[in-house]
């Protein structure tokens, strides 16, 4: 949503839908009022538009139980007006003190072979070593499940999850027993391919590219993807040849 704009309508809505309180005639009592400032058509135009603002900043607001302005027409879209300027005025001041309210990844709950062997460079802000160390984690650890070093990073994990069957020195990581279903065959390419990815296009980036440091949640990202390597890898069966 354009903030700016939406503010604009707001106020220039409550300005063509302000009233003036109109007293009780002479001699009589009770009959006080309040009347539009300006016609009534340009106030129905106005609030044609100003309800779509509305039902996008505060959607509940046609049924909220705030105290009605006696005898005022349209005190409840100007009511609205006027939360609604304050709510956008203050949005950006709310979601640095609140928070956006949307999930938020916690650092520690990433696979143990992540997050266990970057916290030290993570807490003195190297981020760009931190996600190259976890990369070489994950390597050092598959390198040791599959007691193979003549491989490493993305050659190891592609072929750790090809489908090709073992072969002698070649063992290969399976995640779940083989159903001979297209989503078995599925999650070992998309594993395959993914490892080559992120090798690919983040650790080799990262080894080379040593004068450019990550923003801190451009990193977490990163370790967030090799923490999903991470747990396929740890929790796949070993398969070898008889």
């Given at each position: 949503m354009n903030r700016e704009w939406?503010?604009?309508?707001l106020k220039s809505f409550l300005e063509t839908a302000s009233i003036t309180y109109v007293p009780d005639a002479p001699n009589t009592v009770g009959f006080w009022n309040y009347k539009l400032d300006k016609p009534e058509a340009e106030v129905q135009a106005a609030a044609q538009i100003i309800e779509q603002v509305l039902d996008r900043v505060l959607p509940a607001w046609?049924?909220?139980?705030w105290p009605e302005g006696e005898r005022q027409p349209y005190w409840r879209h100007r009511e609205a007006a006027h939360r609604a300027i304050a709510q956008l005025e203050a949005e950006q001041e709310l979601i640095d003190n609140l928070g956006s309210g949307a999930p938020q990844l916690d650092a520690a709950t990433l696979h143990p072979w992540v997050w266990g062997s970057v916290q030290g460079l993570w807490s003195s802000g190297h981020?760009?070593?931190a996600v190259g160390m976890a990369a070489k984690a994950i390597n050092a650890q598959t390198q040791a499940k599959l007691e193979r070093k003549?491989?490493?990073?993305?050659?190891?994990?592609?072929?750790?999850?090809s489908m090709k069957p073992p072969a002698s020195g070649q063992?290969?990581?399976?995640?779940?027993?083989?159903?001979?279903s297209d989503?078995?065959?599925?999650r070992h390419e998309g594993a395959g391919s993914f490892a080559r990815g992120v090798y690919s296009a983040i650790r080799n980036p990262i080894a080379h590219?040593?004068?450019?440091?990550?923003?801190?949640?451009?990193?977490?990202?990163?370790?967030?993807?090799?923490?999903?390597?991470?747990?396929?890898?740890d929790e796949a069966d070993v398969e070898t040849t008889p």
């Amino acid at each position: 949503m354009n903030r700016e704009w939406a503010i604009n309508k707001l106020k220039s809505f409550l300005e063509t839908a302000s009233i003036t309180y109109v007293p009780d005639a002479p001699n009589t009592v009770g009959f006080w009022n309040y009347k539009l400032d300006k016609p009534e058509a340009e106030v129905q135009a106005a609030a044609q538009i100003i309800e779509q603002v509305l039902d996008r900043v505060l959607p509940a607001w046609r049924k909220e139980e705030w105290p009605e302005g006696e005898r005022q027409p349209y005190w409840r879209h100007r009511e609205a007006a006027h939360r609604a300027i304050a709510q956008l005025e203050a949005e950006q001041e709310l979601i640095d003190n609140l928070g956006s309210g949307a999930p938020q990844l916690d650092a520690a709950t990433l696979h143990p072979w992540v997050w266990g062997s970057v916290q030290g460079l993570w807490s003195s802000g190297h981020f760009r070593e931190a996600v190259g160390m976890a990369a070489k984690a994950i390597n050092a650890q598959t390198q040791a499940k599959l007691e193979r070093k003549d491989l490493s990073e993305a050659k190891l994990l592609s072929d750790a999850f090809s489908m090709k069957p073992p072969a002698s020195g070649q063992p290969r990581l399976r995640l779940g027993a083989d159903d001979g279903s297209d989503t078995y065959r599925s999650r070992h390419e998309g594993a395959g391919s993914f490892a080559r990815g992120v090798y690919s296009a983040i650790r080799n980036p990262i080894a080379h590219e040593l004068d450019h440091e990550l923003e801190e949640n451009e990193a977490l990202e990163q370790l967030a993807a090799f923490s999903i390597l991470a747990r396929w890898v740890d929790e796949a069966d070993v398969e070898t040849t008889p």
